[in-house]
């Protein structure tokens, strides 16, 4: 009977290590599923920061293009660092807010259409956390501008959409 005892013990001691390892088992798999999902989790809000400051280097440089082409700006006054974003801006200049730095770099050319000029306009933004200064995020944007006037010129550039306007119109009769 002793005999007989003893493999019932020993049997249950079996059947306890194999709900053990079956636990065991079970958690691990659950933990590594855990730790697929924080993984996904953390490289789509890496792409999405990623996207943002993508998104951000197009918005500055078109800006910076658009006040160029407007004549608020000249390319020597926008290139170099963007100021940091206050929230109180007037949009009286360009102004960028995140961790890191922005910065413009403005390059002109002449182009071969007579009275325009070709402007590259790159925004660039640079990393906060390395020494050395890598691009995180970058923008660069061309096109072609009319030539400011020069002083010596006395006269405004010819109208040429008001000029067709004039033409194709139909002539006003006098009574």
Same mark, same amino acid.
């Given at each position: 009977m002793q005999?007989?005892?003893v493999n019932?013990?020993a049997?249950?001691c079996?059947?306890r290590?194999?709900l053990?390892l079956a636990?065991?088992?079970?958690? +691990?798999?659950?933990?590594?599923a855990?730790?697929?999902?924080?993984?996904?989790?953390?490289?789509?809000t890496?792409?999405?920061?990623?996207?943002?400051?993508q998104r951000?280097a197009?918005d500055?440089?078109? +800006?910076?293009?658009a006040r160029l082409?407007a004549g608020?700006?000249?390319?020597?006054?926008?290139d170099g660092p963007?100021?940091?974003?206050?929230?109180?801006?007037?949009?009286?200049v360009?102004s960028?807010?995140?961790?890191g730095?922005?910065?413009?770099?403005?390059k002109t050319?002449p182009?071969?259409?007579?009275?325009?000029?070709?402007?590259?306009v790159a925004a660039s933004?640079?990393?906060s956390?390395s +020494?050395?200064?890598s691009v995180?995020?970058k923008?660069?944007?061309?096109q072609?501008i009319?030539?400011?006037l020069?002083?010596?010129?006395?006269?405004?550039?010819?109208d040429?959409i008001g000029?067709?306007?004039?033409?194709?119109a139909p002539?006003e009769? +006098?009574?």
């Amino acid at each position: 009977m002793q005999l007989r005892r003893v493999n019932i013990v020993a049997g249950g001691c079996v059947r306890r290590g194999a709900l053990l390892l079956a636990v065991l088992l079970a958690l +691990s798999v659950l933990v590594g599923a855990g730790l697929a999902v924080i993984s996904i989790l953390e490289q789509s809000t890496g792409a999405m920061i990623r996207q943002r400051e993508q998104r951000q280097a197009c918005d500055l440089a078109a +800006s910076a293009m658009a006040r160029l082409e407007a004549g608020i700006d000249t390319p020597e006054t926008l290139d170099g660092p963007v100021p940091a974003w206050d929230g109180l801006s007037d949009g009286s200049v360009i102004s960028a807010g995140g961790a890191g730095s922005w910065e413009i770099d403005v390059k002109t050319e002449p182009s071969a259409i007579a009275g325009l000029v070709r402007v590259t306009v790159a925004a660039s933004k640079l990393s906060s956390e390395s +020494s050395t200064g890598s691009v995180r995020a970058k923008y660069e944007l061309t096109q072609l501008i009319r030539t400011p006037l020069l002083p010596s010129e006395s006269a405004a550039p010819a109208d040429v959409i008001g000029d067709i306007q004039r033409r194709s119109a139909p002539a006003e009769q +006098s009574p």
